[in-house]
């Protein structure tokens, strides 16, 4: 059997396995090109916007690290420490964190919101609040000693943070050194472990009316230098109940 040259220009057929000798075969014609696409859309100003607003989001998370753990639905880790929220009603409201009840306070910040409003919005829904400040950036020679204070600045040290409560910024939060009231406050909630109340108007100097707190305690995670979180747990033996997430994040 002789094989018949291809001219250069006689394309190779493809014949399908199985297909009977001298049965006529005809190749498929190529698949048409597609038409060439149309370039992107440049992001509109409301795109923009909710990308930043998704970026804020994903920096509120904080990576947690390997000794951290979750377990029915909460995050779990070696770290616990005591928050309490307090203020009269319409002034705004404390932020308070501990190791223990008694123990001195690591943090006294005070929100921009006020006591009433933020207790409403923790007994309607889950409560997320973000902390965000940013990180000195120096220029020229004062560049590394800026640096250098940033890492041995623990993120629970910075003055002045953006303050975000389920994604809609309220303000500023203000971190500053416990007052008279706050101390006298302090002492009368230290037997207290976990619980929620008013105060008697007369317990502080300004008695601005009833002063509401809650006390838990919180699952305290650091992701990093410029990472950490605060997850409220329930009481023991209930499954409901405020769900409150605090992150103090630097960006």
């Not at 940013?134 to 041995?152: A, F, I, L, T, W």
């Not at 990093?224 to 960006?251: A, C, H, Q, W």
Request: with cysteine; glycine share 8%.
């Amino acid at each position: 059997m002789s094989l018949l040259p291809l001219s250069p220009r006689t394309p190779f057929a493809v014949v399908p396995a199985g297909t009977p000798p001298g049965s006529p075969f005809t190749p498929r014609p190529p698949a048409p090109s597609s038409s060439p696409s149309r370039p992107p859309r440049r992001p509109t100003s409301k795109t923009w916007k909710a990308l930043r607003a998704l970026r804020s989001l994903l920096r509120a998370l904080p990576l947690l690290p390997p000794s951290c753990s979750l377990h029915d639905g909460h995050v779990h880790s070696t770290r616990r420490a005591t928050g309490t929220l307090f203020g009269h009603r319409k002034a705004r409201i404390t932020l308070a964190i501990q190791e223990t009840p008694q123990s001195p306070p690591l943090l006294f910040l005070e929100l921009a919101m006020q006591t009433g409003k933020f207790m409403q919005e923790l007994g309607a829904e889950q409560v997320r609040v973000a902390l965000e400040c940013e990180k000195k950036r120096g220029n020229g020679s004062n560049g590394d000693d800026d640096d250098h204070h940033q890492k041995k600045t623990s993120i629970l040290d910075e003055p002045l943070w953006t303050a975000y409560v389920n994604g809609r910024k309220v303000g500023y939060a203000l971190k500053r050194e416990p007052s008279h009231d706050d101390v006298v406050v302090m002492e009368v909630l230290q037997s207290v472990s976990v619980g929620a109340g008013v105060l008697p108007c007369d317990i502080t100097e300004k008695g601005e009316g009833d002063l509401a707190y809650m006390r838990a305690l919180f699952d305290r995670v650091v992701g990093g230098k410029d990472s950490e979180s605060f997850y409220m747990l329930n009481p023991e033996g209930t499954t409901s109940g405020p769900d409150l997430s605090i992150f103090f994040v630097r960006i």
